[in-house]
């Protein structure tokens, strides 16, 4: 078994954004800012969002939480869209009354939609675009490779299909209900698995030196698991997401690279 660790590559993305930040700020004048905005206090998402702030100090990038009752949400983006010092907001999901998800997100103006979730933005979702850079760190060609995603989520699913399409790359889309999912995922060279489903991939389903990228998210007593059972761990002879610091890490990295990418449109524009 290979890992594919993401938190290595992020090392040196993280390396690039530090001297990015500085010329904006030194030669600038400009002080990248990130507002997240808080409906839904949850220890799992609260997590999320300190490994967010943590990271933003770390490379000079301000980050204001705005913790707020849902009924809030429209008239707090409306005023954080026209306030140039914020370049980049993101909602935190699930939202307490689910319906409105698709409302409160399309809110954000395009040019700051860093998470990439409104039907109009301008940047790339970070998971999808953290897996891309993943497999890309790793030197494995997708174009060559019988490519399964499973998982259609808002997240990942969606927006991966979405940017996979626009690079050319030939996939195969599929969820945990999919008929014939044993049998897309015995034919995958690479799979992408974000269900939520803990156990849903087993050993005896993964081709041969199949790569995986474990992007499920759940819960159990111990904390966080993704989609593949423990027994794919077992095998030699694939690689693989480690359990922990692999797709986060870059993620978060793709995160800011959006944030930094709109501070910097917005010094040119202004």
Known sequence: MKLLNGAELAGYIKERQVHQVRILRQSQNV????????????????????????YGTEIDVEVDVHTIEQAE??????????????HGIIVQ??????TQTDEILNAVVSGKDVDGLASETSFDAPTPTAIHWLLAGYNIDLK????????????????????WEASGITFQTADAKTKNLEELIKSADVIVSATGHPGL???????????????????DKNGLIGDVAPDV???????I???????????VCALFDNVIRAARISSSNN
Not at 93 to 98: K, V
């Open 31 to 54: 002080i990248p800012k990130l507002a997240i905005i808080r409906t839904n206090p949850d220890p799992i998402v609260d997590s999320y969002m300190a490994i967010k702030q943590k």
């Open 73 to 86: 949400a429209m008239r707090t983006i409306s005023r954080l869209n026209t306030d140039d010092a914020i």
């Open 93 to 98: 999901i699930p939202l307490p009354t689910p």
């Open 144 to 163: 060559s490779k019988e490519v399964v995603i499973i998982g259609q989520g808002r997240l990942v699913g969606k927006p991966l299909a979405k940017l």
């Open 201 to 219: 991939i087993t050993a005896n389903l993964v081709k041969e030196k199949a790569v995986i990228v474990d992007a499920g998210v759940s819960t």
């Open 233 to 239: 761990r077992e095998r030699d002879d694939i690689k």
């Open 241 to 251: 997401t480690p359990e922990k610091g692999g797709v986060g890490p870059l993620t």
